[in-house]
């Protein structure tokens, strides 16, 4: 290997102050005394198959309809349970109604309740997902729970208990998730 003018007058000058062969040997191992500047192939390699990587597994995920409508099912599943359990707390009836486009918890009567998320009585937005296949067999478009936590259809006395599971279908562009709402016990699942 062999030095440039300018590496031995840069050598010189460090030998004379004590530097030495440590200057000397970390020249000579130096990439730079080869004028070899910028990445390996490995390093290139390494670099792109970590890019990869990231990409299959990061892309699927930032997919906006895929996550809200996992989310948003997840969310109507929690307020059915949680209908159910205020029913069964509180000790009445209370139901969850649903349109093609929001669902909303009232009493017994239709009288809407104070959504503890949100502090209001408005309709819950699936947008931009749209709610389908309760009907039947929840022919009144709402499932209502008594207070041992049973699945009601309608609002008669005695109450037609849920017969068969009911199937909530949630749709956004190709994507469809669905909730199923067992009979007897309100299960969601």
Do not use: C
């Not at 949680?82 to 109604?97: F, K, V």
């Not at 389908?132 to 929840?138: F, I, M, W």
């Not at 068969?164 to 009979?183: F, K, Q, Y």
């Amino acid at each position: 290997m062999r030095l440039s003018a300018s590496q031995i007058v840069a050598i010189k000058p460090e030998a004379e102050h004590g530097f030495g062969s440590g200057a000397q040997v970390w020249l000579i191992d130096s990439r730079v005394v080869n004028h070899q500047r910028g990445f390996t192939l490995i390093e290139l390699i390494m670099v792109m198959v970590i890019v990869g990587i990231l990409a299959v597994v990061v892309v699927p995920r930032l997919t906006t309809q895929g996550f809200n409508l996992s989310a948003i099912a997840a969310k109507l599943a929690t307020d059915i349970r949680y209908t159910q359990s205020l029913a069964m707390s509180q000790g009445q009836r209370y139901r969850i109604n649903f349109t093609a486009g929001s669902y909303q918890i009232t009493d017994i009567n239709g009288v809407a309740i104070v959504y503890p998320m949100t502090g209001s009585t408005a309709a819950i937005s699936v947008s931009p997902a749209t709610l389908s296949g309760y009907n039947p067999p929840l022919t009144n478009n709402y499932v209502a729970f008594d207070s041992k936590g049973v699945p009601y259809v309608d609002n008669s006395s005695p109450a037609t208990a849920l017969a068969a599971n009911a199937v909530i279908t949630l749709t956004a562009g190709s994507d469809t998730s669905t909730l199923i709402i067992a009979p007897e016990t309100g299960r969601v699942k």
